[in-house]
Structures are given as structure tokens and as C-alpha cells.
């Protein structure tokens, strides 16, 4: 358990300045990714799916790290929505040519994300209770 506050400090970094940045300035969206809203309602809806999400996890991860018995409700977390983003983007990768050095890097992230989230939850399985 002593990779544990890492891993989730770790993840505190990664995920929850990304979702605040993305809350309120959706402009770094389309500077970074090129994608934008090409209305209002578009525009909160990248403030909530790019921004609230990753605030979210972000928050969970800030919330285990105060209080470890949230660790697993993070992991379970991270499991699902990190397996379903790596997964989907693989798709994209393939069915857009979305070959760059920002995806390739995401997807790094989102499957390390899933994969050592399930390690992490077989870890604490095997522990005593």
C-alpha cells in the first residue's frame, strides 16, 4: 500500500487541472485538440464531458487521498472510464487516422489508467480484511 498516495497523487495531477482548465476556458479544447462548439449548448456540453468528468475523477482521487476507504470507489472508477476512453479511442485511432502525438499519448494514459486500476482492485482483494 505504499504506492498508493503516488498512484493517487498521480491521478489527482492528471485528471483534475485538465477538467477545471477545460470548465472554464473551453478554448484550450480546441487549441489543444481542435475540437469546438459551434454553439452555446455546445460549448457546456464540452465544459460538462471534458471538464466535469475529469473533474470528477479528479475529485474522487483527492477524496481516496484524504481518506483511503475511497480508494476502491476510485479504482472502479478508473477501471470503467479509463478501459471505455482507451477503448474508444483505439476505435478512433483506426476508423479516423487520428494518429498523433496528442492520442497516442492519451491512449498511453487511459490504458495505463485501466490496467493498474484492475491490478490495484486484485491487490486489495487479496488483502486481510
Request: one cysteine or more.
Given at each position: 500500500?505504499?504506492?498508493?498516495?503516488?498512484?493517487?497523487?498521480?491521478?489527482?495531477?492528471?485528471?483534475?487541472?485538465?477538467?477545471?482548465l477545460c470548465i472554464f476556458?473551453?478554448?484550450v479544447i480546441a487549441d489543444i485538440i481542435g475540437v469546438v462548439g459551434v454553439t452555446p449548448?455546445?460549448?457546456?456540453?464540452?465544459?460538462?464531458?471534458?471538464?466535469?468528468v475529469q473533474t470528477a475523477v479528479g475529485l474522487i482521487a483527492a477524496l481516496a487521498l484524504y481518506d483511503?476507504?475511497?480508494?476502491p470507489n476510485l479504482l472502479f472508477t478508473l477501471a470503467f472510464v479509463g478501459?471505455?476512453?482507451?477503448?474508444?479511442?483505439?476505435?478512433?485511432l483506426f476508423a479516423?487516422?487520428?494518429s498523433t502525438g496528442y492520442t497516442w499519448g492519451v491512449l498511453a494514459y487511459e490504458y495505463f489508467a485501466a490496467i493498474s486500476s484492475v491490478l490495484w482492485l486484485r491487490v486489495l482483494a487479496r488483502l486481510p480484511k
Open positions: 500500500m505504499k504506492y498508493a498516495k503516488p498512484y493517487l497523487l498521480f491521478t489527482v495531477l492528471v485528471w483534475l487541472p485538465w477538467g477545471l476556458d473551453v478554448t449548448s455546445g460549448n457546456s456540453d464540452l465544459r460538462a464531458m471534458y471538464g466535469g483511503a476507504r475511497f480508494f478501459s471505455c476512453l482507451a477503448l474508444s479511442r483505439t476505435y478512433g479516423d487516422d487520428s
